[in-house]
C-alpha cells in the first residue's frame, strides 16, 4: 500500500493516476495543480469543505465537466495507463467510469427500465439478457428484494433511500470498473445510509471506488484512503486509519475535528 | 460505435437549424426578384412618395403614399385603443385578479387570439361598419376608425400575453419593498412594477405594431378599399397589405402591375424587420432583468 | 390615507372595466356566430356539393380543403420545426451563427401574411412551377407556421430537466442517445400542444392561400396535390364581399364551421397542456 510516508515506493499499474491536473470554470480555478493515484479496487474518500474542488475532481474522471460550457482543463489523467482526453473517447469512458449523483435522480421511467436505460444505449437488445443485468445490478446494490415485484412500477414510487440505490444498480448495469459517489447519502436517513455503505463494502471485491463526501465520519467508515481538499488544492492523503489518527498537516486536523468546514 | 443512422439525423438536426436563415433569405430574394423589377420603369421616390395609385390607369401611376398613410392611421388608431387597454388588463390580470378567476381570465383572452383575422372582418362588416354609419352619419360605415378597432381587438391578446409576463417577471422583493414602506398596491404598481417592467412593456407595443401592420383581411374587408390620400379616421383608407390582397388577384404576371404589389411587399418585409428586430431587442433586455 | 385608498379602488375598477372590455366581444361573437349560423348547419350542408354559383348545396369542397391543408402544412412544417427547435435548444452554442437562427425565426414569426402569399406565389406558384395548387399553399402555410412549431418545442425542450440529460450522459450516451432517449419523450405533451395550436393558426390563414391554392367555385374534390382547392377562410371572404344574393344564413353557417374547427383543435391543446401538468413526477 502507497502511502505518504513512502514517496519513492514503486507506483504499478495504478487504477487513476491523475498528474499536475487543473479545472477552471468560467475562470474560477476549481481544481489546482492535482496529482493523485488511485489504486485498483479501493475506496478513496475525499473530504473536504464545500467548494473545495471535490466534485470537480469527480466530473473530470468522467469527463462529464465538458457539458460546462465555461470549463477548461489542463493536464493529464490516465486510466489504466490510457489518457482519458485523448485515447478513450468519452462515450467509452462515461461507460467505464460511473457515477452517483448527489440528489437521487430517477429518470421518469419504471424501476425496471431505470437499470435497462444504461446497457440498451450499448447496443444490447437481448430482452432475457437485459433481465439478468437489472437483476443482477439491482442484487449488487442491496434492493432487489424490496423490487422485485414491482419492477414495472414508477421509480417516483420508491423512497430517497431506495432511489439513491437503484441509481446505483442503474451506474451498475452499465459494468463500469469505476464508481464515483457525490455525496451519496447527503439527504438520505441513516439507515439507508447505512445500506448503501454496506454495498460499497460488497462493490469492493469488483469496482474501484471513489466516495466524495461532507461527512467525516462516512469517510472514516468506508474508505482505505483519504484525501483532504481545501479550496481547490488536495492537502494530505493517506491511509484512511492514520489521517484520522494522526493528520500531519494542521488544517487537516482542524477539518476533521470540526473546528471549521 | 456510433451507428450511421445517427450521422444522418445530426446533420439532418444541423440542416434544420439552418433552414430558418435559408427561408427568411429566399422571401426577401423572391421579393426583391419580381419588384424590382418596378424601378426599371418607375422611379422609386415617385414610388415611395407619390400621392396617386392608379396602377390600372393609362398611363398607370404607382405612388403608394396613400396605402403607407392608410397603414398609419389604422394602426396608429389601434395602437391607441389598444395599449391602454392591453395594459391595464395585463395590469388586472398579473396583479389584481384574485387567483380564482385568473385562469379565466386568461383563456378569454388566448381565445380570442384564436378566431381567424377573416371572421372578425366578417363580425366587422356586418355590425361596426353599419354601427357607426349610424353614430358618425357616414356615407358607410367602412372607414379607417372600423379598421383601427377591429385591428385593436386582434393586437390585444399579443399586447396583454407579454406585458403580463414583464409584470410577473419584475422580481418579487421589487414589490415587497415598496409594500413594506407603506404604498398601497396601486400605487406600487404604478410607481415600481410598471417601470421596471417598461423593456417588456415597449416589446410588446412593438409587436403590436408588427400585428397590425402586417394583418390583410380584416382591412380589406372593413377599411373601405379607396386608395386615397387620408385626411381623417371617418374615410375609407387602403392599407398596404390590403392592395396587395385587393389587387393580386387582376394583376398580369409580369405586369408592371404584377411587380409593383410585389415592392409593396418588400416595404412591408422590411418595416416587420425592423419592428421585430427592435421588439427582440427590449424583449432581450426585459428578460436578463429576471 | 383615505385618498390613496379612494385612488386604489377606483384604479383597480377600471382596470377591470377595460379587462372586460377586452374578453366580453369574445363571447358576444361566438354567442353571435352559434345563433345565427346554427340554424344553417345541416348535414346536407357539410356535405353537399355546392351548386348554384354557392348559393345553395353545401360547402364540403372548403372543408375538404381546409383539412388537406392542415395536413399538408403538418407534413412540412412538423418534422423540420421539431429538427431546428432540437438544433437550436440541444447542439447549438452560443455564437453568432445561433443569434441569426434566432433572428431569422424571429422574423419569420412576424412576416405579414399577405407576404408570405406573395412569396408562395413567386417561389412555388410560378418558379417552381406548381401552379395554384395543394401543394403551393401547404408549402406556403408551413414555413408561416415554422417559427410557431420551433418555438413551442424549444420551450417544451428546454422544460425537461438538465439532470436527466446529465443522467443519461454519465451512463455513456452520445448526445442524439440522450435527446431520443430522456429528452424527447418528456416533451412530446408540450410539443403536441404548440403544434396543434400552430395548426389551428394555419387552417384560419386566408392571405397566404389567395394566390397560392384557393379557388371559389369548385364542385368537386380536388384530385391530386397539384390541384385547386376551395378553403374555409377564403370562402368565407368571397361570400361575403363578392357574391351578391348570398343569404346571410349561409354565411354564418359557413363561419361557424370555421370557428368551431379552430376552437376544437384549440381546447384540444389546452386539454394535453393541463392533463401533462397534471401527470408531471418532477
Known sequence: ?261 | MRRPFEYVIEKAIFLSGAASILFVALIFIFLLKEGLALFGEVNFFSFLLGTNWYPISDPPQFGILPLILGSVFVTLGAIVIAVPLGLAAAIYTAEVAPRSIRGILKSGIELLAAIPSIVLGFIGIIFLAPLLKNLFNLPSGLTALAGSIMLAFMAMPTIVSIIEDAIVSVPKNYKEGSLALGATHWQTIYRVILPAASSGIIAAVMLGIGRVIGETMAVLMITGNAAIMPTSFLQPVRTLTATVAAEMGEAVSGSLHYYSLFAIGIILFIISFIINILADMFLNRSRSRR | MRDTRRYERIAFNLLLLATLIIIAPVGIIVFIVLWHGLPGLSWEFLTAMPRDGMRAGGIFPAIVGTILLTIGTAVFSIPLGILAAIYLNEYAERNWLTRMVEISIINLAGIPSIVYGLFGLGLFVSFLGFGASILAGSLTLAIMTLPVIITATREALGSVPNAFREVSFSLGASRWQTVRGVVLPNAIPGILTGTILGLSRAAGETAPILFTVAAFYLPRLPESIFDQAMALPYHIYVLSTQVPNVSLKVQYSTVLVLVALVFVMNLTAAYIRSKFRKRKTW
Open chain 1, 1 to 261: 500500500m502507497v502511502t505518504e510516508e513512502n514517496p519513492k515506493s514503486e507506483i504499478l499499474n495504478p487504477k487513476i493516476r491523475i498528474s499536475k491536473l487543473n479545472v477552471w470554470y468560467e475562470g474560477k480555478h476549481a481544481l489546482k495543480d492535482l496529482t493523485l493515484e488511485v489504486e485498483h479496487k479501493e475506496i478513496m474518500g475525499v473530504i473536504g469543505p464545500s467548494n473545495s474542488g471535490k466534485t470537480s475532481l469527480l466530473k473530470t474522471l468522467n469527463r462529464l465537466n465538458e457539458l460546462y460550457p465555461g470549463c477548461r482543463t489542463e493536464g493529464e489523467v490516465k486510466l489504466d495507463g490510457k489518457d482519458i482526453f485523448k485515447e478513450i473517447d468519452k462515450h467509452l469512458l462515461r461507460k467505464r467510469v460511473g457515477i452517483v449523483f448527489a440528489l437521487p435522480l430517477p429518470l421518469p421511467l419504471s424501476i425496471f427500465d431505470n437499470v435497462a436505460y444504461g446497457p440498451k444505449l450499448h447496443g444490447l437488445k437481448d430482452k432475457s439478457k437485459l433481465k439478468e443485468i437489472v437483476e443482477m445490478s439491482l442484487r449488487a446494490s442491496a434492493i432487489w428484494d424490496e423490487v422485485k415485484d414491482r419492477l414495472s412500477s414508477p421509480a417516483f414510487t420508491l423512497s430517497g433511500g431506495q432511489q439513491q440505490r437503484l441509481c446505483i444498480a442503474r451506474t451498475l448495469a452499465v459494468e463500469p470498473e469505476i464508481i464515483l459517489y457525490d455525496e451519496p447519502c447527503s439527504g438520505l436517513d441513516p439507515i439507508s445510509t447505512l445500506k448503501i455503505e454496506e454495498a460499497m463494502r460488497e462493490l469492493k471485491k469488483n469496482y474501484t471506488q471513489v466516495l466524495v463526501t461532507n461527512n467525516v465520519k462516512q469517510a472514516a467508515r468506508v474508505s482505505d484512503r483519504t484525501a483532504f481538499f481545501l479550496m481547490g488544492e488536495m492537502i494530505e492523503m493517506g491511509a484512511t486509519a492514520q489521517m484520522f489518527t494522526s493528520p500531519r498537516d494542521k488544517r487537516t486536523d482542524d477539518y476533521i475535528s470540526g473546528r471549521f468546514g
